[in-house]
């Protein structure tokens, strides 16, 4: 326990090792459920309609850009360059999981069961591990032996 002097930088959300975070307490949950909502709307902007009639590969492309810059500003540096590209990383994330028919609140369960399973900070181990050739497939090293 700290005392009472001692703030934390974010709020403690994980109830004791173990516990499920409860949705409402989830920072930014509502905010993501609010983009998925609005991305259903009809008068989108013209950009974000393309986006969405556009196939899972084209979002999937999206989002690996996205998080690809927010690494490149991260070994710069750039913390506000990080907070703007993350926002962005969110965005299509959210476009995609509407693509692939996936609701937040099937992620936020999910994020709750880890958390009453493996504690708040758990994350499940890849297997098999997938690679960019094929998801699903074993990675192999040249040598035929298992990639770590």
């Keep these: 326990m700290k005392p ?3 703030t934390s930088a974010s709020p403690d959300i994980s109830g004791g090792e173990g516990a499920a975070i409860p949705h409402d307490m989830l920072p930014g ?3 993501i ?3 998925f909502v609005a991305l259903g709307r009809t008068d ?3 950009a ?3 986006l969405l009639v556009g196939k899972v590969p084209k979002k999937a492309k999206k989002l690996i850009e996205e998080a690809a810059e927010v ?3 991260a070994l710069a540096g750039r913390r506000k360059g990080v907070i703007n590209e993350s926002v962005d990383v969110l965005y299509h994330l959210v476009v995609l999981w509407r693509a692939c028919g996936i609701k937040p609140q099937q992620i936020w369960e999910e994020m709750s069961r880890r958390a009453r399973d493996q504690g708040v900070a758990g994350k499940l ?3 098999p591990k ?3 050739t094929g998801i699903g497939k074993e990675a192999t090293t040249p040598s035929g032996t298992d990639a770590e």
Aim: net charge neutral; charged share 35%.
């Design 44 to 46: 989108l902007p013209p």
């Design 130 to 132: 997938r690679t960019a």
């Design 125 to 127: 181990p890849k297997s």
């Design 29 to 31: 949950a509502g905010e």
């Design 4 to 6: 009472a002097n001692e």
């Design 48 to 50: 974000t309609r393309k």
């Design 33 to 35: 459920d609010q983009l």
């Design 71 to 73: 690494a490149i500003d």
